[in-house]
């Protein structure tokens, strides 16, 4: 059902919102990428020299997907120390985060309401679920355009790090450790 906004200022609340989500899901994009591109110097850094090969095995793959990879492959590294490989755990864990608040917004029905707001306008996400011991379960969420706008934000932040770890990558015995404690 086609649900009209009550005003402009409805309206233009909606299209912001839906502005802030289209960032988001370019940003979060852009992070798988840059796992990809911290895969593919790991391999190449270990003596690929076909790249063809390393796209052949991280081409299409999900998030969670890249990121077993990319973990799997930096604790196969032998000259990380436990303190980068903590880093790097700890960063894939932001990464999975992300994803599972990424889920959230592009894996559920939006309901804008047909009021407009006082403020800030809060769609919310309606989610059906099915859970082994429960049955059928419902998830609704709230967000706000500012809401979406930080998971831009961490998004961004973690293809910096992200970058951060290619350039470790790149020059062996540049410690991850220091390189992400400049960034906070």
């Known amino acids: 059902m086609f649900k009209h906004y009550a005003d402009e200022k409805h309206e233009k609340q909606a299209e912001e919102f839906i502005a802030s989500l289209g960032k988001f899901v370019i940003a979060f994009e852009q992070v798988c990428e840059q796992m990809r591109y911290d895969i593919i110097c790991i391999f190449m850094r270990e003596g690929l020299k076909n790249q063809g090969l390393a796209h052949v095995i991280i081409g299409d793959k999900t ?10 492959l930096y604790n196969e590294l032998r000259d990380q120390d436990n303190e980068d490989r903590k880093m790097v755990k ?7 985060k992300l ?3 990424r889920n959230i917004l592009l894996h559920s029905s939006w309901n804008f309401w047909s009021e407009s707001a006082q403020s800030e306008l809060y769609p919310t996400t309606v989610r059906f679920r ?3 011991n429960k049955g059928a379960d419902l998830e609704v969420h709230g ?3 500012s809401g979406v706008n930080r998971l831009i934000d961490e998004a961004t932040n973690i293809q ?25």
């Open 99 to 101: 994803a599972h608040q």
């Open 160 to 184: 910096v790090y992200l970058q951060r770890l290619q350039n470790c990558l790149m020059k062996k015995g540049l410690k991850v450790e220091k390189e992400f404690k400049k960034l906070t």
């Open 130 to 132: 099915s859970k082994q």
């Open 143 to 145: 967000y706000s355009a």
């Open 63 to 72: 998030i969670s997907e890249l990121q077993e990879i990319l973990g799997a």
């Open 90 to 96: 700890d960063l894939l864990k932001n990464i999975s």
